[in-house]
């Protein structure tokens, strides 16, 4: 292949990866910013999209009005008569999108305008789901693979045209060839390329498949000070999870006991065999001496647990939501700590998925598909308004007076799941 040739399918490529590189970004514009209040094919908070710039041209819009209320519906309003007329059709104002291009702008049109009519429902629809629903990941990276396997392959040419030039200056010159290792490299030239290549491919392989498990912690158990028997609390003794973690249903957190409730018990019960030194720490921490007729010497010792569950500063997570309001049983996220001796730790999803009663997940605990999927899963109502706290029933009710047609389509799978009454908005989780 001579330099033309090559070069030509250098710039196909390139015009090929711009093209799938537009597409993708107008999806993800869309899944980001516009799916919370917008679908292809079916009115949500805002209206369906699709054909959206037909329907401005021949409502006889301003050129650029369209784009513009994008940026800005109320600057659109109050220059163009058609987006002013838009602005009266619903009472929830458009959010503003002044950073948008109007290439990134098109490009969003151009992927609802793509969408077919039986694919109503779209990745990120946060409201409008009917049935049972599946939760889509955006594969924004994709087209990367793609990408890369053309670079291989032009670098495979390339190292093509190099052998023949190489050949012609050992022709021409055999001082090219050097002794030793040098010269054994361009004797076996050929492999030594290929074998280059593999090892290249390998390691970004393996880069981009590190880059997709970070965050991602598996049974994670750090140590901690004693040794706390969940299994003989909870289980033998049938200790109720929340009379420890008094906060997990009206806290954003669970929070850890102070020595004060553990005292409540083991004032009393001070334990046989290996189980004695552990309740010494919980007496030094307290200050107190049983052996000195059970008085509080003023002396205390803090207890400094270590934190299993974490989650990164971005994400927002409320106990009380969960546990109060959404019912969540502690096993679904925790495990069964009624049969748990060993230290607390991160319960792989695998080992959820075998207690009875939790719903079947796949994806990595504590990571955002897994709240993403138990999000689409789990239901807040099984059609009765009855007994499921103020919060839901008061949203059930605006339903059935609002859009009872809607509401009918959601119980259509005989529940209503916490993505189809916005559990899948980004601001649920993120702020």
Request: proline share 3%.
């Amino acid at each position: 292949m001579g330099n033309k040739g090559l070069f030509a399918l250098v710039l196909t490529l390139i015009m090929l990866t711009t093209f799938t590189s537009g597409a993708q970004e107008g999806e993800s514009i869309f899944n980001s910013k516009c799916a919370t209040c917008h679908q292809p094919h079916k009115d949500m908070t805002g209206p369906k999209l699709f054909e959206v710039r037909q329907k401005w041209e021949e409502g006889g819009a301003m050129e650029g009005s369209l784009h513009q209320w994008v940026r800005n519906w109320q600057v659109a309003a109050a220059t163009d008569p058609y987006a002013k007329e838009v602005s009266s059709w619903a009472a929830s104002s458009m959010t503003t999108f002044a950073d948008l291009t109007d290439e990134q702008i098109e490009a969003v049109f151009d992927y609802v305008d793509a969408q077919p009519k039986e694919e109503a429902v779209t990745p990120g629809d946060t409201g409008g789901n009917s049935g049972t629903s599946t939760p889509v990941e955006e594969e924004s990276l994709g087209w990367v693979w793609y990408v890369l396997g053309a670079v291989f392959l032009v670098l495979i040419i390339s190292l093509g045209g190099t052998k023949r030039q190489l050949q012609e200056m050992d022709e021409d010159n055999d001082s090219y060839i050097k002794v030793g290792s040098k010269a054994w490299i361009f004797k076996n030239r050929k492999y030594v390329g290929m074998g280059v290549l593999v090892v290249v491919m390998a390691g970004v392989v393996w880069l981009f498949l590190g880059l997709y498990q970070i965050g991602v912690v598996t049974a994670y158990q750090p140590s901690q000070p004693i040794a706390f028997p969940h299994d003989v609390h909870a289980g033998i003794n049938g200790i109720d999870c929340k009379y420890c973690h008094n906060s997990a249903n009206k806290s954003k957190t669970a929070g850890i006991p102070t020595t004060n409730v553990c005292m409540n018990c083991h004032k009393q019960v001070q334990g046989e065999g290996d189980q004695v030194e552990k309740i010494k720490k919980i007496y030094a921490s307290a200050g107190y001496s049983p052996e000195g007729g059970g008085k509080y010497s003023g002396e205390t010792e803090n207890i400094v647990w270590n934190k299993v569950h974490n989650l990164p500063d971005h994400v927002y997570f409320n106990h009380s939501q969960h546990v109060e309001i959404g019912g969540i049983d502690c096993k679904q996220c925790h495990g069964d700590m009624t049969k748990q001796n060993a230290l607390p730790r991160v319960v792989p999803v695998e080992e959820l998925n075998e207690i009875e009663g939790n719903i079947q997940l796949t994806k990595p605990t504590l990571t955002m598909g897994w709240c993403i999927e138990c999000h689409s899963e789990k239901e807040v109502s099984t059609g009765s308004l009855e007994g499921k706290g103020g919060y839901y029933d008061e949203i059930h009710k605006r339903l059935l007076e609002n859009d009872e047609s809607l509401y009918e389509e959601y119980l259509e799978d005989g529940k209503v799941t916490v993505s189809e009454l916005g559990g899948w908005e980004c601001a649920k989780c993120h702020y």
